[in-house]
């Protein structure tokens, strides 16, 4: 049983630059989170999946951010022009709908921006 | 309002030794769940433990406890007989809506975190 995986592991980019992560969920789990960590802080809450469906974003997904699913399996975000303020750790979980319900985190993606 | 809050941004403790790592929490629906994430160094999440508004009894898993007073709002996580790999960020985090009723929401929300420290 494999759990989450994202890729990158790490992002450096300049300021401007279009980025794009991918997770891949654990397999049999039909919801997909994607989360942002500052340093110094707890993972703050960008969307999250069903299936396909993206059923709840944050404010913090701004016009820049953009998520898909678009098969209900790998998830990809991508932030166009970025700016330094988005330097972050992008974690991504995954859960099967149930009783507990327990999000499984990937590695995460740590960008840096220029 | 915070909806999860760590008050103890580090604590010490030495092998063997158990702790508390405090968690107090704020909503106002009868239905969550409460959870506990250990993040090492190397910044992956990894669950520790669950406990849901409708459960009676604390849960336990492994060295893991978790001390749930729900009329404090409190969800404390105690680790008995501390080991120097347990040296990591520990985060509380609440998902509304749901727990042993089901989830009609998704999201979790976090605390800032406890740096616990284990030393020989």
């Known amino acids: 049983d494999t759990g989450v995986s994202q890729d990158p592991r790490h992002k450096i980019t300049k300021r401007g630059q279009n980025v794009t992560f991918r997770c891949d969920p654990i397999?049999?789990?039909?919801?997909l989170y994607w989360y942002r960590q500052t340093l110094g802080q707890g993972p703050e809450f960008l969307t999250y999946?069903?299936?396909?469906?993206?059923?709840?974003k944050s404010r913090l997904l701004s016009d820049r951010f953009s998520a898909e699913r678009p098969k209900g399996s790998f998830s990809t975000l991508e932030i166009q022009r970025t700016e330094q303020g988005d330097s972050a750790m992008y974690l991504c979980?995954?859960?099967?709908?149930?009783?507990?319900?327990?999000?499984?985190f990937g590695p995460g993606t740590r960008l840096l921006v220029l | 309002a915070q909806k999860i809050t760590q008050t103890q941004p580090g604590m010490f403790v030495q092998e063997k030794e158990a702790v508390t790592l405090d968690c107090t929490y704020d909503?106002?629906?009868?239905?969550?769940?409460l959870f506990w994430y250990k993040q090492p160094s190397s910044g992956e999440m990894i669950f520790l433990i669950y406990?849901?508004?409708?459960?009676?009894q604390n849960a336990t898993e492994g060295r893991y406890s978790l001390n749930f007073q729900k009329a404090r709002k409190s969800a404390n996580l105690v680790i008995s007989a501390s080991q120097l790999g347990d040296s990591a960020m520990y985060f509380c985090?609440?998902?509304?809506?749901?727990?042993?009723?089901?989830?009609?929401?998704?999201?979790?929300?976090f605390g800032r975190g406890t740096q616990l420290t284990v030393w020989p």
């Open positions: 979980a995954s859960s099967a709908t149930g009783l507990k319900e327990t999000q499984y």
């Open positions: 397999s049999e789990h039909n919801r």
């Open positions: 999946f069903q299936n396909e469906a993206q059923l709840e």
């Open positions: 909503t106002s629906d009868q239905s969550y769940g």
């Open positions: 406990q849901g508004s409708y459960d009676e």
């Open positions: 985090a609440m998902r509304e809506g749901s727990g042993d009723r089901g989830s009609t929401l998704g999201r979790l929300y």
